[in-house]
């Protein structure tokens, strides 16, 4: 019974995303057929038209708009590569094909649409996005994958092929890796409880070696340094549709701090987008108090890294007890570690003795 909605709530997703670019198209085919200069309408992502909202705990758009007119000649190459990005997401929705960001730019060339470089390519497809109201991701377009899970989490695909076969993410001692099939797939059950996001590699691998995911019945999620959208959304929904509480572990610098906030409040960025964010997800370290409180091993803090802390100061997703706490200690001491830095205790001692500390510390 369950796969059965599952299908028919995916399928209906579809159809609304087709309906809405197809709209998107008849839209300016009618306008060329009243006689006029088609153009396209959409909320304007200036920075003077972004606003972080306490209520919904993120950035989101204001009223502001800007019109892209095919009559005004500087707006002619970025109207012309939005309308062949809508149809080019079509065609992947349509046929229920998956791009990545790097093929999207590739694949203009061949309708023999330029862009000169990728970010110019990932930019038109953020405006798509603000236009139609979905993400990227609806459209089936992807960064490369680079995060990855492990835990007793068996999830069932909905792509086509795999519909209805179930996979364990404690199937390899690797993790796997979070793509298009697994963003998508259902969760069928899970025997953890909470999920452990990490920054870095090497302590995903050394968490999935000490069996973490056991001890402290966990999925292990690594976001690879700044987690990408997709990671993001997976955590979302981790929290949202099974109820797990998410912790998140960063190198202690003010780099770190920006990962965690991102998960929890997301970023200007994706202001015009819902979903990506996890408000109730808890910043565990490592602090800079944890540099002083556990005398780690530490290097000094760079002029970037204290101008990027001034700029955080500023920033009001950043305004809790706890984070100006961090900020302030952190320009204090002028010093910044990482999270391999415990080893000097020994090599399970992260595990051992500062993690459950911080669980319970930040529960």
Known sequence: MKRKETESSTKEKRREILKDLKGFGRQLYRQMEGGKFPSVEMPSRSTENIFYSPEVRQYILGEKSVKRSSRNIRHIRPFTQM????????????????????????SAQAYEMSFKDQPESNNIITDLETTTGFAREDFNVFPEERSAIFGDLTIEYTVPGYEGKQLNLMSHPDGVMIGPSLVSAEFAKTGADKVIAIEKGGLFTRFVEERVHKKFNALLVLTAGQAPRATRHFIHRLNKELDLPVFIFTDGDP????????????????????????????????????????????????????????????????????????????????????????????????????????????A
């Open 83 to 106: 309308v062949w990005a809508g149809f080019f997401a079509r065609e992947l929705v349509k046929n229920r094909k998956t791009s990545t960001l790097r093929d999207v730019y590739y």
């Open 255 to 362: 780099w770190g701090m920006h990962i965690a906030m991102v998960i929890i409040s997301g970023s200007a960025n994706a202001a015009h987008l819902r979903g990506l964010t996890t408000p109730d997800a808890k910043w565990s370290g490592v602090y800079a108090t944890d540099i002083v409180d556990y005398k780690l091993p530490s290097d000094p803090l760079t002029d970037v890294d204290v101008k990027r802390l001034h700029e955080l100061e500023k920033d009001p997703r950043y305004d809790g007890e706890l984070w100006k706490r961090e900020i302030k200690t952190f320009l204090k001491i002028r010093k910044k570690a990482e999270q391999e830095a415990f080893s000097r205790y020994g090599l399970t001692y992260i595990v051992d003795e500062y993690l459950p500390a911080k669980l319970e510390e930040t």
